[in-house]
């Protein structure tokens, strides 16, 4: 069966909980266990028989990191890939309505659609069969899985039919609890969908006739598939949720992409036990998962792992050790010192450091700041306590002032 892939990556007004990481790449791109966050998506979406093309859909500028991304890409996957570029950011929905014709040009009976802000085991193939199996070959999926009742407040919550698994409620992050089952951001639609996504578009459209605004066509065509078609399509016997154990997380903030990668990570050792660090006589002593970029220069005394990414062109000195950390590219760990659940920025050395925590509440004060750098030196330091976001580590991390020293807080000393 012919097939398509759309990947929403969103655009540069997108994704703030991710600044200033977000500023040096686009956050599609930034490295999660040692590959560009989508690469995730596109290497799953390759492997699914029939796949035709997988296409990146946004409002970014195109830009020279994204096309020699796209290019390698398409080498590797041996897939056809293409970046469709929004004239403005038109929601979850519009931008898949807006380019329908290049999604179903080549005949794709179904395609998958992926937000590129997730990490996932992606069972797509496992989509494909529940939907043989369950409703008909017309419907639509969506991936679930299970949250706690707090978390579930901050996604898309489905209710459904024990038995069928049809989809009868959904509520986009409801205010009060709605079930523990939450919407993944991955879907599986026929063309089918473009009848129900239109019929929103018409609507916007005659409400916004009575409007008298210059851009009232362009405002019809922001759609946001959850709220405007999930929520409307739910209860008609066409919409189905797929339930996976398999991992799952979503990477908004900085902290998180830690998390993602200990996943991913996790992961290499049955998909790609090549790309995982080994022990060796003489080499640095590996501790669980670790990710070494080959052009990396590592120290034959330093401690990596678990849980550790190191960059393109990294130098690691003597006596370091790196533990829940991803490591960017040109960075270079001075001799004996100590990464604990940190990002360390591009190109960063230490010496002046501030300790902060970057999880989605108390990064925010410090966006403003210009380069993230990330470091602690000669001491382990524990992460400091974060109650903001249950379930994501929280992160230390340095940033670099240029011209000030700041000591390292007492009271975060081991
Ligand atoms: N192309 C494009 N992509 C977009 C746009 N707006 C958002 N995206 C992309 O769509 C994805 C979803 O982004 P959000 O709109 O920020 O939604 P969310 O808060 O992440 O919630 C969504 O994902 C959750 C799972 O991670 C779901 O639980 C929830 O129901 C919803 O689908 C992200 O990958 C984002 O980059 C847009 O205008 N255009």
């Known amino acids: 069966m012919p097939l398509k892939a759309v990947i929403l990556i969103g655009g540069p007004q997108k994704g703030t909980r991710f600044r200033p990481l977000s500023f040096e790449v686009p956050k599609p791109l930034f490295p999660v266990a040692g590959v560009p966050m989508v690469q995730h998506h596109i290497e799953a979406c390759a492997k699914v028989p029939g796949m035709k093309e997988i296409l990146l859909m946004g409002f970014y500028q195109p830009n020279e990191a994204l096309s020699r991304f796209l290019v390698s890409a398409q080498q590797e996957f041996k897939v056809p890939i293409r970046y469709l570029q929004e004239y403005a950011a038109l929601g979850t929905g519009g931008g898949i309505y807006h380019f329908r014709d290049q999604i179903l040009s080549g005949g794709a009976e179904a395609f998958f659609v992926l937000n590129a802000d997730v990490c996932s085991e992606f069972p797509l193939q496992e989509m494909l069969e529940f939907r043989q199996q369950h409703g008909d070959v017309h419907s639509f999926v969506i991936l679930g899985t299970t949250a706690n009742r707090t978390q579930a407040l901050n996604y898309g919550c ?64 922001v759609i946001r598939l959850e709220q405007d078609v999930f929520t409307a399509l739910a209860g008609s016997g066409k919409l189905y949720v797929y339930k996976t154990d398999g991992f799952w997380s979503q990477i908004k903030s900085a902290g998180s992409a830690i998390y993602a990668s200990r996943l991913y990570l996790n992961q290499y050792s049955k998909s790609h036990p090549e790309r995982l660090a080994q022990n060796k006589p003489g080499g640095p002593v590996i501790r669980g998962n670790v990710y070494i970029h080959p052009t990396a220069s590592i120290d034959s005394t330093a401690v990596l792992g678990p849980n550790v990414s190191i960059g393109e062109g990294v130098t690691v000195g003597a006596g370091v050790r790196v533990r829940e950390s991803i490591v960017l590219h040109g960075a270079s760990l001075h001799d004996h010192t100590c990464v604990l659940n940190t990002i360390v920025g591009w190109d960063s050395t230490w010496p002046w450091y501030k300790p902060v925590c970057i999880c989605r509440e108390h990064f925010l004060p410090a966006v403003s700041w210009v380069q993230l750098c990330v470091f602690l030196h000669r001491r382990a330091l524990p992460a400091p306590p974060c109650h903001s976001s249950p379930g994501y580590p929280c992160t230390i991390c340095c940033l670099q002032l240029p011209g000030r020293s700041w000591p390292i807080s007492k009271t975060w000393e081991l």
């Open 158 to 221: 489905i209710v459904a039919n024990a038995g069928t698994q049809e989809v009868q409620h959904y509520v986009e992050k409801p205010s009060t609890f709605v079930s523990e089952i939450i919407n993944c951001g991955i879907y599986l639609f026929t063309p089918a969908i473009f009848q129900h996504i239109g019929e929103v578009f018409q609507r916007n459209q005659q409400e916004l006739a009575l409007e008298e605004s210059s851009n009232g066509w362009q405002r019809a065509e």
